[in-house]
Protein backbone atom coordinates (compact mmCIF):
# COMPACT_ATOMS: atom_id res chain seq x y z
CA UNK A 1 0.00 0.00 0.00
CA UNK A 2 1.48 3.68 -1.00
CA UNK A 3 -0.03 6.53 1.18
CA UNK A 4 -1.14 9.43 -1.10
CA UNK A 5 0.72 11.89 0.95
CA UNK A 6 3.49 10.18 2.74
CA UNK A 7 6.06 12.01 0.56
CA UNK A 8 5.33 15.62 1.02
CA UNK A 9 7.60 16.79 4.05
CA UNK A 10 6.79 19.15 6.41
CA UNK A 11 9.14 21.72 6.10
CA UNK A 12 7.14 24.59 8.06
CA UNK A 13 8.22 23.48 11.15
CA UNK A 14 5.96 21.91 14.15
CA UNK A 15 2.18 23.01 14.17
CA UNK A 16 0.71 26.60 13.97
CA UNK A 17 4.00 27.31 12.24
CA UNK A 18 4.57 29.65 9.46
CA UNK A 19 7.23 30.01 7.00
CA UNK A 20 8.62 33.62 6.27
CA UNK A 21 7.21 36.27 7.16
CA UNK A 22 4.29 37.28 9.73
CA UNK A 23 1.58 37.71 6.97
CA UNK A 24 0.68 34.22 6.11
CA UNK A 25 1.54 32.68 9.86
CA UNK A 26 -1.31 34.30 10.87
CA UNK A 27 -3.73 33.57 8.24
CA UNK A 28 -2.63 29.62 8.76
CA UNK A 29 -3.57 30.35 12.62
CA UNK A 30 -6.42 31.61 11.97
CA UNK A 31 -7.28 28.54 9.35
CA UNK A 32 -6.12 25.94 11.57
CA UNK A 33 -8.64 27.40 14.42
CA UNK A 34 -11.36 27.67 12.17
CA UNK A 35 -10.58 23.94 11.33
CA UNK A 36 -10.33 22.65 14.70
CA UNK A 37 -13.89 24.41 15.41
CA UNK A 38 -15.25 22.73 12.22
CA UNK A 39 -14.24 19.30 14.16
CA UNK A 40 -10.80 18.42 12.47
CA UNK A 41 -8.28 17.30 15.38
CA UNK A 42 -5.04 19.40 15.54
CA UNK A 43 -3.17 15.75 15.18
CA UNK A 44 -4.53 15.65 11.66
CA UNK A 45 -3.80 18.91 10.73
CA UNK A 46 -0.45 20.11 9.42
CA UNK A 47 1.48 23.34 7.74
CA UNK A 48 3.52 22.40 4.27
CA UNK A 49 4.84 25.41 2.57
CA UNK A 50 2.90 27.64 4.10
CA UNK A 51 -0.28 25.59 3.01
CA UNK A 52 -2.24 24.43 5.78
CA UNK A 53 -3.80 20.59 4.98
CA UNK A 54 -5.78 17.72 6.42
CA UNK A 55 -5.86 14.43 5.81
CA UNK A 56 -2.34 14.48 4.39
CA UNK A 57 -3.13 15.34 0.79
CA UNK A 58 -6.23 17.71 1.17
CA UNK A 59 -4.98 21.98 0.69
CA UNK A 60 -7.60 24.21 2.84
CA UNK A 61 -7.84 27.85 1.83
CA UNK A 62 -8.77 30.74 4.33
CA UNK A 63 -12.09 30.80 2.71
CA UNK A 64 -12.76 27.23 2.49
CA UNK A 65 -12.10 26.81 6.36
CA UNK A 66 -14.71 30.18 6.38
CA UNK A 67 -17.30 28.39 5.03
CA UNK A 68 -17.03 25.44 7.05
CA UNK A 69 -18.28 27.20 9.83
CA UNK A 70 -21.30 29.29 8.39
CA UNK A 71 -24.54 28.71 9.63
CA UNK A 72 -27.03 25.92 8.32
CA UNK A 73 -23.86 23.49 7.97
CA UNK A 74 -24.15 22.02 10.43
CA UNK A 75 -27.10 20.18 10.06
CA UNK A 76 -26.96 18.76 6.76
CA UNK A 77 -26.45 14.60 5.89
CA UNK A 78 -18.39 7.53 1.11
CA UNK A 79 -18.20 11.17 3.66
CA UNK A 80 -18.12 15.08 1.99
CA UNK A 81 -16.81 18.31 3.37
CA UNK A 82 -19.86 20.89 3.92
CA UNK A 83 -17.91 22.86 0.66
CA UNK A 84 -19.69 21.36 -2.56
CA UNK A 85 -19.28 22.91 -5.82
CA UNK A 86 -22.12 25.15 -6.80
CA UNK A 87 -24.71 25.32 -9.75
CA UNK A 88 -23.21 27.44 -12.01
CA UNK A 89 -20.28 25.18 -12.40
CA UNK A 90 -21.12 22.91 -15.34
CA UNK A 91 -18.04 22.06 -16.84
CA UNK A 92 -14.76 22.15 -15.20
CA UNK A 93 -11.53 22.53 -17.16
CA UNK A 94 -8.63 20.27 -15.87
CA UNK A 95 -5.80 21.87 -17.68
CA UNK A 96 -1.86 19.45 -17.69
CA UNK A 97 1.42 21.67 -17.19
CA UNK A 98 3.23 20.82 -20.00
CA UNK A 99 5.73 18.89 -17.39
CA UNK A 100 2.55 17.15 -16.53
CA UNK A 101 1.86 16.19 -20.36
CA UNK A 102 5.58 15.02 -19.99
CA UNK A 103 5.02 11.45 -18.31
CA UNK A 104 3.01 9.46 -20.65
CA UNK A 105 1.07 7.25 -17.67
CA UNK A 106 0.09 10.66 -16.08
CA UNK A 107 -1.40 11.60 -18.34
CA UNK A 108 -3.51 8.62 -19.90
CA UNK A 109 -4.46 8.71 -15.90
CA UNK A 110 -5.86 12.17 -16.48
CA UNK A 111 -7.93 11.01 -19.77
CA UNK A 112 -9.18 8.07 -17.84
CA UNK A 113 -10.16 10.21 -14.63
CA UNK A 114 -11.96 12.33 -16.60
CA UNK A 115 -14.12 9.77 -18.60
CA UNK A 116 -14.69 8.57 -14.84
CA UNK A 117 -16.73 11.32 -14.07
CA UNK A 118 -18.30 11.84 -17.55
CA UNK A 119 -19.15 8.46 -17.36
CA UNK A 120 -21.99 8.80 -14.86
CA UNK A 121 -24.35 11.76 -16.58
CA UNK A 122 -23.31 13.96 -13.55
CA UNK A 123 -24.39 17.81 -13.68
CA UNK A 124 -20.97 18.89 -14.33
CA UNK A 125 -18.80 17.31 -16.95
CA UNK A 126 -14.94 17.48 -17.09
CA UNK A 127 -12.99 18.84 -19.76
CA UNK A 128 -9.26 18.47 -20.60
CA UNK A 129 -7.60 21.72 -21.53
CA UNK A 130 -9.06 25.25 -21.85
CA UNK A 131 -11.50 24.21 -24.17
CA UNK A 132 -14.84 26.66 -24.65
CA UNK A 133 -18.19 26.78 -21.93
CA UNK A 134 -15.72 26.11 -19.01
CA UNK A 135 -16.82 27.83 -16.20
CA UNK A 136 -14.23 26.67 -13.84
CA UNK A 137 -10.74 25.50 -14.27
CA UNK A 138 -8.41 23.14 -12.28
CA UNK A 139 -4.68 23.37 -12.79
CA UNK A 140 -2.79 19.49 -13.34
CA UNK A 141 0.64 20.03 -12.16
CA UNK A 142 3.19 17.59 -10.63
CA UNK A 143 4.44 16.92 -7.80
CA UNK A 144 7.48 14.83 -6.05
CA UNK A 145 6.91 11.02 -4.80
CA UNK A 146 4.03 8.73 -5.50
CA UNK A 147 1.08 10.35 -4.40
CA UNK A 148 -0.99 13.37 -4.66
CA UNK A 149 -2.55 16.47 -3.31
CA UNK A 150 -5.65 18.76 -3.97
CA UNK A 151 -8.40 20.52 -1.90
CA UNK A 152 -11.43 21.36 -1.28
CA UNK A 153 -13.67 23.53 -2.56
CA UNK A 154 -14.63 27.23 -1.36
CA UNK A 155 -16.97 29.97 -3.35
CA UNK A 156 -18.97 26.98 -5.43
CA UNK A 157 -15.87 26.54 -7.10
CA UNK A 158 -13.79 23.34 -7.29
CA UNK A 159 -10.14 23.37 -5.88
CA UNK A 160 -7.93 25.02 -8.44
CA UNK A 161 -5.05 22.55 -8.24
CA UNK A 162 -4.40 19.29 -8.06
CA UNK A 163 -0.67 17.83 -7.87
CA UNK A 164 -0.05 13.94 -8.71
CA UNK A 165 3.38 12.67 -8.08
CA UNK A 166 6.00 11.81 -10.75
CA UNK A 167 6.78 8.63 -8.96
CA UNK A 168 3.35 7.37 -10.73
CA UNK A 169 5.34 6.88 -14.17
CA UNK A 170 6.51 3.88 -12.82
CA UNK A 171 2.80 2.27 -12.15
CA UNK A 172 0.10 1.48 -14.17
CA UNK A 173 -2.22 3.55 -15.77
CA UNK A 174 -4.86 2.51 -14.00
CA UNK A 175 -3.14 3.29 -10.99
CA UNK A 176 -2.81 6.70 -12.27
CA UNK A 177 -6.26 7.14 -13.16
CA UNK A 178 -7.17 6.14 -9.61
CA UNK A 179 -4.68 8.69 -7.79
CA UNK A 180 -5.95 11.52 -10.22
CA UNK A 181 -9.27 10.44 -9.62
CA UNK A 182 -8.84 10.44 -5.72
CA UNK A 183 -7.58 13.78 -5.85
CA UNK A 184 -10.40 15.30 -8.89
CA UNK A 185 -12.48 14.17 -6.18
CA UNK A 186 -11.37 16.25 -3.12
CA UNK A 187 -11.18 19.04 -5.47
CA UNK A 188 -15.55 18.49 -5.62
CA UNK A 189 -16.01 17.94 -2.09
CA UNK A 190 -15.21 14.78 -0.90
CA UNK A 191 -13.13 13.51 2.03
CA UNK A 192 -11.46 10.33 2.44
CA UNK A 193 -13.82 7.21 2.92
CA UNK A 194 -11.79 6.11 5.68
CA UNK A 195 -10.84 9.33 7.46
CA UNK A 196 -12.24 7.71 10.99
CA UNK A 197 -9.67 4.71 10.66
CA UNK A 198 -6.62 5.78 8.04
CA UNK A 199 -5.38 2.14 8.98
CA UNK A 200 -8.49 0.59 6.73
CA UNK A 201 -6.61 1.21 4.02
CA UNK A 202 -2.90 2.54 4.89
CA UNK A 203 -2.40 -0.58 7.41
CA UNK A 204 -0.80 0.70 10.72
CA UNK A 205 -2.16 1.81 13.46
CA UNK A 206 -5.87 3.13 13.79
CA UNK A 207 -5.67 7.37 12.61
CA UNK A 208 -8.93 9.17 12.84
CA UNK A 209 -8.49 12.73 11.08
CA UNK A 210 -11.32 13.75 12.61
CA UNK A 211 -15.03 13.14 12.53
CA UNK A 212 -17.47 16.26 12.81
CA UNK A 213 -21.13 16.64 11.56
CA UNK A 214 -19.38 20.02 9.52
CA UNK A 215 -16.87 18.15 8.16
CA UNK A 216 -17.20 14.71 7.39
CA UNK A 217 -20.55 14.39 6.51
CA UNK A 218 -22.26 11.02 5.18
CA UNK A 219 -23.59 10.66 2.07
CA UNK A 220 -27.35 9.11 2.33
CA UNK A 221 -27.15 5.80 0.71
CA UNK A 222 -23.17 4.83 1.11
CA UNK A 223 -21.76 2.91 3.66
CA UNK A 224 -21.03 4.60 6.77
CA UNK A 225 -17.82 2.19 6.83
CA UNK A 226 -14.90 1.60 5.06
CA UNK A 227 -13.21 -1.42 3.75
CA UNK A 228 -9.83 -1.99 1.25
CA UNK A 229 -10.77 -1.36 -1.97
CA UNK A 230 -14.08 -0.17 -1.09
CA UNK A 231 -13.52 3.41 -2.75
CA UNK A 232 -11.64 5.17 -4.85
CA UNK A 233 -11.48 8.06 -1.87
CA UNK A 234 -9.59 5.65 0.67
CA UNK A 235 -6.99 7.25 2.55
CA UNK A 236 -3.88 5.52 0.65
CA UNK A 237 -4.28 3.40 -2.50
CA UNK A 238 -2.62 0.11 -3.60
CA UNK A 239 -0.58 -0.86 -6.85
CA UNK A 240 -3.51 -3.18 -8.00
CA UNK A 241 -6.07 -0.30 -8.29
CA UNK A 242 -8.40 -0.74 -11.32
CA UNK A 243 -9.27 2.93 -11.71
CA UNK A 244 -12.96 2.68 -11.49
CA UNK A 245 -15.54 3.50 -9.41
CA UNK A 246 -17.32 1.37 -6.94
CA UNK A 247 -21.15 1.04 -6.88
CA UNK A 248 -20.77 3.31 -3.18
CA UNK A 249 -18.69 6.11 -5.09
CA UNK A 250 -21.70 5.75 -7.92
CA UNK A 251 -24.03 6.32 -5.38
CA UNK A 252 -22.65 9.41 -3.70
CA UNK A 253 -21.28 11.27 -6.99
CA UNK A 254 -25.15 10.52 -7.99
CA UNK A 255 -26.61 11.81 -4.97
CA UNK A 256 -24.06 15.52 -4.51
CA UNK A 257 -23.90 15.72 -9.18
Known sequence: MFKKAAFVVVSCGALLSGCGG????SENEQII???????FPSSDIMVVDDKVYVGLDAHVTYDASVEMLQPGNESAEQYRTTNLVGTSVTKICVVPTSQFNSYSRLSQGLDAAIENYNSLGLRITFARGSTTGCTATISAKTMSGTGGSAG????GKPYG???IGTGLQSYSVDVNEHVITHELGHAIGFRHSDYYNRSISCGGSATNEGASNVGAILIPGT????????SV???CFRSTESGEWTSSDRTALNYLY
Not at 22 to 25: L, R
Not at 223 to 230: H, K, Q, S
Request: glycine residues 14%; negative net charge.
Open 161 to 163: TIN
Open 152 to 155: FPSG
Open 233 to 235: MNS
Open 223 to 230: PDTATVGG
Open 33 to 39: SNLVEAG
Open 22 to 25: TEPQ
